[in-house]
């Protein structure tokens, strides 16, 4: 294992009823790591959007390896989220450790048992042969490493973008979380026409608990 190359993993879209959640993992030498902080790198959701598209073009030039993995809402409704977080972090590294060459040292931001998702990523690597990746997942780690802080950055600016395209097919549903009135007002409207776009996570738990009779009722006639 080469000690000497650090990475980080991050998401952005976990919580949100529209839209890809994407996984973010950033690798780079370790003597490197400094230059994160000293431009300013933290974590994504502590700086505006377009610090984070200036910060992401440092990013970008330090980076050895950058490495994304996407989840669709079908995807996100097929299965467990973390498990398919899981999948996609163990993706992800096993595609920069061919791109590397070696084995480094990878830190992940947890949502959920920090132990759990390690193994659960060890486990899914093993499987792949590859044996020489050291994991650290841990809460607060995109505040407190600054290559996860990288991570969540060039995740949330990939999401950011994503919404974009998404607004100039399906219209301007706000910031796609379930929280948000203008997400909420744009669901009502879309299924009273009677169908749920493909951009929506129709399983989602959150979905559910809207206070709407026709989403309610739609899901109910579909499960």
Partial sequence: MNTMIVAGVDEAGRGPVVGDMFVALVAME??????????GVRDSKELSRERREELLKHILKLVRVVVVARATPREIDSTNLNTLFSEKVARCIAIARRKLGTGFVVYVDACGDPSRISMAVKRRLEAMGILDVE???????DKSIPVVSAASIVAKVLRDRHID???????????????D???????????????????????????KRLSTKTLLDYLGRNE
């Fill in 30 to 39: 370790r003597d490197s790591v400094s230059m994160l902080t000293k431009f």
């Fill in 181 to 207: 009135p203008k997400t909420r007002r744009w669901l009502e409207q879309v299924v009273s026409k009677g169908e749920i776009p493909p951009i929506v996570r129709k399983k989602w738990s959150s979905v």
């Fill in 165 to 179: 395209e998404l607004k100039k097919i399906y219209g301007d549903f706000g910031s796609g979380y379930p929280s």
């Fill in 135 to 141: 994991i650290h997942a841990m809460h607060g780690a």
